[in-house]
């Protein structure tokens, strides 16, 4: 939490009860609510949720270490647009000092006093650059910002909107956003001093002041696939300032606090750490100033954006825009029934489905290569997708819901792929097959071969993008090295080999697919061959999978229940990782001893008590060792959809949807972390009553839908209904189903089932119902076929 001065000691004490008071009551209110179902949906969607953590002792475990707080979704309430190339969003965590979390995040629902507010699009908001602060009076040189109390009664976030009253300087901000622009509107009072501080963040770079109502600059760092948006910025003011200088902070001097400040009024360039500029109004009250911000990888392409078609200068038309586009996409997906409560974090999540992968340009426009040459768009490019994070339920959600924009999205990838010789991987895992893989079992339209080219590669190339893949290949699984001192978990080093092993042999079930699908019947048998390495890091001794040493020999000493940042799993435990096989779930239940046992297992997954010796942050959002709050276990609750008993799918995913997502003090609490719009869409697929647990694979399975009714449109604009009969709280088992009239056995349904619009109607009780979708032979399909 920021520290106030001394001064503001009582009156932050003040706000900071005001704030649990409104909390509390924002939550009550949003709990009891009786608002009509008929109210459209960007009323409804508030991107405040995700933004606070998640605040019951037994759904966070033993998070977080001391002096940390605990995750938030690590979402932002600012303004974008879908897929938005830039965002307008609030600043009140200093991450220029440091981010207790380990990730650079720009806003906490909980913290009381804003620093500024951000106009770049970085994935995470605290890299945004600049940072851009309106403060009345007296101002002070970053790091050290002047910050201001807010009100949090006066926060207003909506799709493409956000507002909030700076209660120390008496200003209201207000931010929106078009595809290319952010737009902030500051109402000063009246003061001969209404300040616009606007600097870089820590690393600086240039800034200059061109004439009386533009500043522009160029950030020193900045990583083209992260920063999208590029590091060249131009700020364009509504009217002309009244004076002006520059500054920069020295901040690896030493012995005058943080470092050594440089202020010149008048002077016009400026270079160095935090270089910036101050910006000075004489404003009568309730007079306003709009600033206007693009980036672009050159001045010259900043510039372009700044007069792009959609680059409009009028504030408000462009917050109607922002809102217009919101408004389409979500009456895509229309919901009856549920509580206002349920409606409100189904559009909020909604929203944050639509965070990535961000659009680099739009057909006929300039753009950067990731190679740094000027080129002109021939469709529309998008930024990297993070296949970790989304490639699992987001882009799964967007194939339903907006398939052409997946076309263009694997065209991106492609692109970058042929500049740089390896198709992107993103994080861990080899995740980009599951992605063309997908699409291609969805009907989408591609050049496959070309793609098939760059995926192979990454799979079959030890210098490429797989690491470990000469042992994996050799030997069908990754070693992992005792740390020195077999220090107790977490332990942050090591090759992850576990995790890696699985999680490659389930990209290489898909590789072996896509092979097939071209006639590669080699390669399809290689890969193949290779989707069944999960068995071998799987130790029948404890039932768990397991690391394994150079030499072949089991580590020891082993704690399934001990979660691992990078030593054996991947931000897991071994009870989470024991589940990374969604290619082969028959061939895991019969590692595991067949129906019964598997069962048994997954049960006791989901009842044994959290108690781990290490901190996880990562791992909030517990149901026994189940972790929502990250992604190795996240479709786990819907894996006895194989086993003949889902039934408990049924009664887990109500459970989870209902007590992981604003069910704390605030009402906008998440687990762990959203990456990007994944934690997200698996509330919007569950919500709606499926999850795609392979996305590779084109079948999804059913949970228990929240609500009677939903009409989703697809790509091709005809509609999946979803229909609850006698659905609530307590009606959550599924008794009874049919799809387009006929009588439906199978916990499942695939995407041909329902691709030229369909109806599934599901009959709700409050018991469950053992006998259906229990049948083997309704089981989905699996890589293993299952025993008669």
């Not at 503001?8 to 009551?25: D, K, P, V, Y």
């Not at 408990?648 to 989870?656: F, G, N, P, S, Y």
Request: glycine share 10%.
């Amino acid at each position: 939490m920021t520290i106030p001065p001394a001064r503001h000691t009582r009156r932050a004490l003040f706000i900071a009860l005001s704030m649990l008071t409104l909390g509390a009551a924002a939550a009550d209110q949003a709990k009891h609510a009786k608002s009509s179902p008929s109210t459209a949906p960007v009323e409804i969607a508030n991107p405040l949720v995700g933004t606070a953590p998640l605040d019951k002792q037994e759904l966070i475990g033993n998070a977080p270490p001391p002096g940390e707080p605990v995750y938030t979704g690590m979402t932002t309430p600012g303004a974008s647009l879908p897929q938005s190339a830039t965002e307008a969003a609030p600043v009140n965590i200093n991450a220029d000092l440091g981010f207790a979390t380990g990730v650079p995040v720009a806003y906490d629902y909980n913290r009381p006093a804003m620093i500024g507010f951000s106009g770049g699009g970085s994935t995470y908001g605290a890299r945004g650059a600049p940072i851009v602060a309106p403060i009345v009076g007296d101002w002070t040189v970053p790091p050290d910002y002047l910050t201001s109390y807010y009100d949090k009664k006066t926060e207003k976030a909506s799709p493409g909107y956000y507002a909030v009253d700076l209660a120390t300087f008496h200003t209201k901000a207000e931010l929106t956003a078009t595809q290319w622009t952010s737009l902030m509107r500051f109402t000063f009072p009246q003061s001969h001093r209404s300040n616009v501080v606007i600097n870089l963040r820590r690393a600086g770079g240039d800034v200059e002041v061109v004439d009386d109502h533009t500043v522009r600059g160029q950030a020193a760092s900045g990583k083209r696939d992260r920063d999208t948006d590029g590091p060249y910025f131009v700020a364009e003011f509504s009217r002309p300032f009244t004076s002006f200088g520059t500054f920069h902070s020295e901040v690896m001097m030493k012995g005058e606090g943080l470092g050594r400040e440089d202020v010149q009024a008048g002077r016009r360039k400026i270079s160095g750490d935090y270089a910036g500029a101050y910006l000075t109004f004489d404003t009568k009250a309730g007079e306003q100033v709009v600033v206007r911000i693009a980036h672009g990888h050159s001045a010259e392409e900043a510039d372009q954006r700044l007069k792009a078609q959609d680059s409009d200068t009028d504030f408000d038309r462009v917050h109607a825009k922002a809102r217009e586009k919101w408004a389409e996409l979500f009456s895509r997906v229309q919901v009856e029934g549920g509580t206002a409560k349920q409606r409100m974090l189904f559009y909020s999540t909604l929203y944050h489905s639509f965070a990535s992968p961000r659009m680099i340009a739009r057909k006929g426009e300039h753009y950067t290569d990731s190679q740094g040459q000027d080129k002109v768009a021939d469709y529309d490019h998008y930024g990297p997708v993070p296949y970790w994070d989304t490639g699992r339920n987001q882009i799964a959600l967007l194939m339903l819901m907006q398939p052409t924009v997946v076309q263009d999205i694997m065209r991106s990838e492609l692109d970058r792929a042929r500049e740089r010789g390896y198709m992107n991987t993103s994080f861990h895992g080899d995740h980009a097959v599951f992605m063309y893989d997908g699409a291609w079992q969805r009907g989408i339209d591609f050049d496959y071969n070309a793609a098939y080219e760059y995926l192979r590669k990454n799979a079959t190339d030890p210098k490429g993008p797989r690491g470990y893949l000469a042992e994996y290949d050799k030997q069908g699984w990754i070693s992992d090295e005792i740390p020195d001192g077999n220090p107790s978990p977490p332990h942050a080093g090591g090759k992850a080999g576990v995790a890696t092993t699985l999680e490659y042999a389930w990209d290489d079930h898909a590789l072996a697919d896509f092979a097939r699908r071209l006639g590669k019947t080699d390669d399809a048998a290689m890969f193949e061959k290779r989707a069944a390495n999960y068995r071998n890091v799987f130790d029948p001794s404890v039932g768990f999978m397991r690391g394994r040493t150079a030499d072949g020999k089991w580590i020891s000493p082993f704690d399934p229940g001990e979660p691992y940042y990078n030593f054996m799993m991947k931000e897991g435990s071994g009870w989470s990782t024991l589940w990374l096989v969604p290619h082969d779930v028959q061939g895991l239940m019969d590692l595991l001893g067949g129906r019964d046992k598997f069962n048994a297992k997954l049960d006791a997954f989901f009842s044994t008590p959290y108690a781990p010796k290490g901190i996880c942050r990562d791992c909030t959002g517990l149901i026994g060792q189940y972790v929502q709050g990250n992604q190795p276990d996240q479709q786990a609750a819907y894996l006895y959809a194989w086993s003949g008993e889902p039934w408990k799918t049924q009664e887990l995913t109500r459970r989870i949807l209902a007590e992981m997502y604003g069910s704390d003090s605030t009402g906008y609490g998440y687990p762990g972390m959203d990456d990007q719009g994944s934690t997200s869409s698996w509330y919007v697929l569950s919500a709606m009553g499926f999850y795609p647990v392979d996305p590779s694979r084109p079948e999804y399975i059913l949970g228990s839908p929240l609500f009677d009714r939903v009409r989703l449109t697809l790509g091709n604009g005809k509609v999946l209904e979803i229909v609850a009969r006698n659905n609530s709280d307590t009606n959550k088992y599924i008794q009874s189903a049919t799809l387009n009239g006929k009588p439906w056995t199978k916990p499942w349904f695939s995407h041909a089932d329902v691709v030229n619009g369909a109806t599934l109607v599901l009959t709700m009780g409050p018991k469950p119902n053992k006998t259906w979708g229990s049948d083997p032979h309704d089981a989905p399909p699996s890589m293993t076929t299952a025993k008669n």
